[in-house]
T-cell receptor
Framework: AQSVTQLGSHVSVSEGALVLLRCNYS??????LFWYVQYPNQGLQLLLK??????LVKGINGFEAEFKKSETSFHLTKPSAHMSDAAEYFC????????????FGSGTRLLVRP | NAGVTQTPKFRVLKTGQSMTLLCAQD?????MYWYRQDPGMGLRLIHY???????AKGEVPDGYNVSRLKKQNFLLGLESAAPSQTSVYFC???????????FGSGTRLTVV
């Protein structure tokens, strides 16, 4: 069975600092991996996705993530945090052939300090 | 270009009451999903559908039923609401897993 672990339910950074949100996955077959962002009282918006092409994936709003098979990780980074990045971020895994069900991590809330 | 539309956006139910949440998508997507979101638990899959007329159980199906009579609509029913079903419910659709999901804006349900 697939699973996702997000390390740190809350991450706090200063504006302009590096953002690093951690995600580790478990899957018996090569997965698809996703990062979603949720702003308060809104639905989820796709930030980026890995689907077995390039291991370094660039997404919207300056975010990127690197798929590392040896570490079973898909950490999300952004070089310089902006106040507007404050939100909750979810990592998710999907396995081809599983009806494309997305399995979500428990989420990480990013706080950006002025 | 509506995407995925959920109705209602908010609802308060009394224990034992029933209700139906409606999800409609206009993207001709085959796959549709219902999730519930609870603090600290991420999103958990309730039921899903891989096409018109099909439904299947997800991770937390108990207390819920679904129907997909038309490709564009996916209904989630609560026959006898319980306080444990207080949550935010999200519907999503997908054409294939590689493209990810399109989510609705959610339904906030409170059962008192």
């Amino acid at each position: 069975a697939q699973s996702v672990t997000q390390l740190g339910s809350h991450v706090s950074v200063s504006e302009g600092a590096l953002v690093l949100l951690r995600c580790n996955y478990s899957s018996s077959v090569p997965p698809y991996l996703f990062w979603y962002v949720q702003y308060p009282n809104q639905g989820l918006q796709l930030l980026l996705k890995y689907t077995s092409a390039a291991t370094l994936v660039k997404g919207i709003n300056g975010f990127e993530a690197e798929f590392k098979k040896s570490e079973t990780s898909f950490h999300l980074t952004k070089p310089s945090a902006h106040m507007s990045d404050a939100a909750e971020y979810f990592c998710a895994v999907s396995v081809p052939g599983s009806s494309y069900k997305l399995i979500f991590g428990s989420g990480t809330r990013l706080l950006v300090r002025p | 270009n509506a995407g995925v539309t959920q109705t209602p956006k908010f609802r308060v139910l009394k224990t034992g009451q029933s209700m139906t949440l409606l999800c409609a998508q206009d993207m001709n997507h085959e796959y549709m999903y219902w999730y519930r979101q609870d603090p600290g638990m991420g999103l958990r899959l309730i039921h899903y559908s891989v096409g018109e007329g099909t439904t299947a159980k997800g991770e937390v199906p108990d207390g819920y039923n679904v129907s997909r009579l038309k490709k564009q609509n996916f209904l989630l029913g609560l026959e006898s609401a319980a306080p444990s079903q207080t949550s935010v419910y999200f519907c999503a659709s997908s054409s294939s897993g590689g493209y990810g999901y399109t989510f609705g804006s959610g339904t906030r349900l409170t059962v008192v």
